[in-house]
């Protein structure tokens, strides 16, 4: 991407920009990525997400329903382009519509990150709740281990009819049209009664009969049609009880563990890794716990005004994160915002957390430059260890290659500053009640 900057004398800086024709192709693919996850567009095998927009949607050109998205992921590209740190990534102004196998040209007016003072340096004071005990929680851990190796036997002197909360051995025999449901068909099944695990008519079916008890009958099941709309079945059902179950979680001995989970040689070896699993979440949490109430104890030192453009920029990026959310939860935004009292008090909320997370985000920041720290590799590689322990490289690639490389270098220069307050911090451990 060519890039030429031009400083405007309220200090804003104008970038120019010109993307070239493999930037361009590489935007059209993250925009029809980043439609399809809004959208919940799934392709089927061998299908473009283009023509699964178009079978599902109706879109003809979705090219011009992304031009949004394809200008979006350009413009922090041109940003990192000149190593400028945002005080956030304004709308770009483009020269016109972008096209496939075409050069890109728009503008961005950046707003460079002001520097704020906090009123003092001195180290904050910090109140903790007491750590819990250990032991409590590896007993609980290896108690989720063995439960998943919960084995259901018969019982003998289970007497009476079927009733919600059961475990039941089934036969059972599902059939469409005459064409036998595999997945609902088998000669021994445990089954837990009102579980949800089946339609509520299948269940309703089950509650009152006895053991040794065979039955026909007919309930509405979910299924697709061709086009893969969910439609209801009849699916018919031979079901014969063959008895009453009760779960049995196995003894822990260390026969169990060396069958069951063979990396393991005892219970005494099993244990000491549940131990040191424990040790290390405790730590991760508590080191998490310290730098967001450090964070928020500098807050309290912060001067200046934060302009109107980025509060508004901020709460808008906390809105679209709250809607991105309820969407892959497929909770509706309306219905959400109603709960959080309406419209007016969701939004006081936004530019609440808004001005929260600028007033933390620049009160580290005049941390990291107060004390002269630095940068380097290692700072950067806890950042993205931070976000996800265990795909630390991908947090950092994301990030570089989607041209946010500023925000990178922004969050862990907090995150440095917010470890070396809390080094330098007097901790207050609460007692325990």
Same mark, same amino acid.
């Given at each position: 991407?060519?890039?030429?900057?031009?400083?405007?004398?309220?200090?804003?800086?104008?970038?120019?920009?010109?993307?070239?024709?493999?930037?361009?192709?590489?935007?059209?693919?993250?925009?029809?990525?980043?439609?399809?996850?809004?959208?919940?567009?799934?392709?089927?095998?061998?299908?473009?997400?283009?023509?699964?927009?178009?079978?599902?949607?109706?879109?003809?050109?979705?090219?011009?329903?992304?031009?949004?998205?394809?200008?979006?992921?350009?413009?922090?590209?041109?940003?990192?382009?000149?190593?400028?740190?945002?005080?956030?990534?304004?709308?770009?102004?483009?020269?016109?519509?972008?096209?496939?196998?075409?050069?890109?040209?728009?503008?961005?007016?950046?707003?460079?990150?002001?520097?704020?003072?906090?009123?003092?340096?001195?180290?904050?004071?910090?109140?903790?709740?007491?750590?819990?005990?250990?032991?409590?929680?590896?007993?609980?851990?290896?108690?989720?281990?063995?439960?998943?190796?919960? /084995?259901?036997?018969?019982?003998?002197?289970?007497?009476?009819?079927?009733?919600?909360?059961?475990?039941?051995?089934?036969?059972?025999?599902?059939?469409?049209?005459?064409?036998?449901?595999?997945?609902?068909?088998?000669?021994?099944?445990?089954?837990?009664?009102? /579980?949800?695990?089946?339609?509520?008519?299948?269940?309703?079916?089950?509650?009152? *009969?006895?053991?040794?008890?065979?039955?026909?009958?007919?309930?509405? @099941?979910?299924?697709?049609?061709?086009?893969?709309?969910?439609?209801?079945?009849?699916?018919?059902?031979?079901?014969?009880?063959?008895?009453?179950?009760?779960?049995?979680?196995?003894?822990?001995?260390?026969?169990?563990?060396?069958?069951?989970?063979?990396?393991?040689?005892?219970?005494?070896? *099993?244990?000491?890794?549940?131990?040191?699993?424990?040790?290390?979440?405790?730590?991760?949490?508590?080191?998490?716990?310290?730098?967001?109430?450090?964070?928020?104890?500098?807050?309290?030192?912060?001067?200046?005004?934060?302009?109107?453009?980025?509060?508004?920029?901020?709460?808008?990026?906390?809105?679209?994160?709250?809607?991105?959310?309820?969407?892959?939860?497929?909770?509706?935004?309306?219905?959400?915002?109603?709960?959080?009292?309406?419209?007016?008090?969701?939004?006081?909320?936004?530019?609440?957390?808004?001005?929260?997370?600028?007033?933390?985000?620049?009160?580290?920041?005049?941390?990291?430059?107060?004390?002269?720290?630095?940068?380097?590799?290692?700072?950067?590689?806890?950042?993205?260890?931070?976000?996800?322990? *265990?795909?630390?490289?991908?947090?950092?690639?994301? *990030?570089?290659?989607?041209?946010?490389?500023?925000?990178?270098?922004?969050?862990?220069?907090?995150?440095?500053?917010?470890?070396?307050?809390?080094?330098?911090?007097?901790?207050?451990?609460?007692?325990? @009640?």
């Amino acid at each position: 991407m060519k890039v030429v900057s031009k400083k405007l004398q309220d200090g804003r800086i104008q970038l120019d920009a010109l993307a070239c024709v493999a930037e361009v192709t590489t935007a059209y693919e993250r925009a029809y990525q980043r439609f399809a996850n809004q959208m919940n567009i799934v392709p089927e095998q061998g299908e473009s997400i283009a023509q699964a927009a178009e079978r599902k949607m109706g879109i003809k050109d979705l090219d011009s329903v992304v031009d949004k998205f394809v200008v979006d992921y350009l413009a922090p590209f041109a940003i990192d382009k000149k190593g400028i740190s945002p005080e956030y990534v304004p709308d770009a102004i483009p020269a016109g519509r972008p096209k496939r196998g075409a050069e890109f040209a728009f503008r961005l007016v950046v707003t460079p990150k002001p520097q704020f003072e906090l009123s003092s340096y001195d180290p904050v004071t910090i109140t903790v709740p007491a750590e819990e005990e250990q032991g409590d929680q590896v007993q609980k851990i290896i108690g989720e281990i063995m439960e998943q190796f919960t /084995e259901f036997v018969m019982d003998e002197n289970a007497q009476g009819a079927v009733v919600k909360g059961d475990f039941v051995r089934l036969r059972m025999r599902s059939t469409v049209g005459g064409k036998v449901i595999n997945a609902l068909t088998a000669d021994g099944r445990t089954y837990h009664v009102g /579980e949800g695990y089946m339609p509520e008519e299948f269940d309703q079916n089950i509650v009152g *009969m006895q053991v040794g008890e065979s039955k026909d009958f007919t309930y509405g @099941a979910p299924t697709f049609d061709n086009d893969m709309n969910t439609i209801t079945a009849a699916m018919e059902c031979h079901v014969e009880v063959l008895g009453k179950q009760v779960p049995r979680v196995p003894e822990l001995t260390d026969e169990w563990v060396k069958r069951c989970i063979p990396m393991f040689s005892s219970v005494e070896e *099993m244990t000491e890794a549940v131990k040191k699993e424990v040790e290390d979440q405790r730590k991760a949490d508590r080191a998490d716990l310290l730098n967001r109430l450090a964070s928020e104890a500098v807050v309290e030192r912060f001067e200046g005004h934060i302009s109107n453009e980025a509060y508004e920029h901020t709460r808008d990026t906390l809105i679209r994160n709250v809607q991105e959310g309820l969407r892959n939860q497929g909770t509706s935004f309306n219905d959400y915002v109603e709960q959080m009292g309406g419209k007016e008090q969701f939004n006081m909320m936004m530019l609440f957390e808004a001005r929260q997370a600028l007033t933390q985000g620049y009160a580290l920041d005049a941390v990291f430059r107060h004390f002269k720290m630095t940068l380097t590799g290692k700072d950067i590689d806890e950042f993205c260890k931070s976000v996800d322990p *265990m795909n630390a490289d991908m947090v950092r690639k994301d *990030m570089q290659e989607s041209g946010h490389n500023f925000a990178l270098r922004e969050s862990a220069e907090r995150l440095k500053a917010a470890r070396f307050l809390v080094e330098h911090a007097v901790v207050v451990e609460e007692q325990k @009640a």
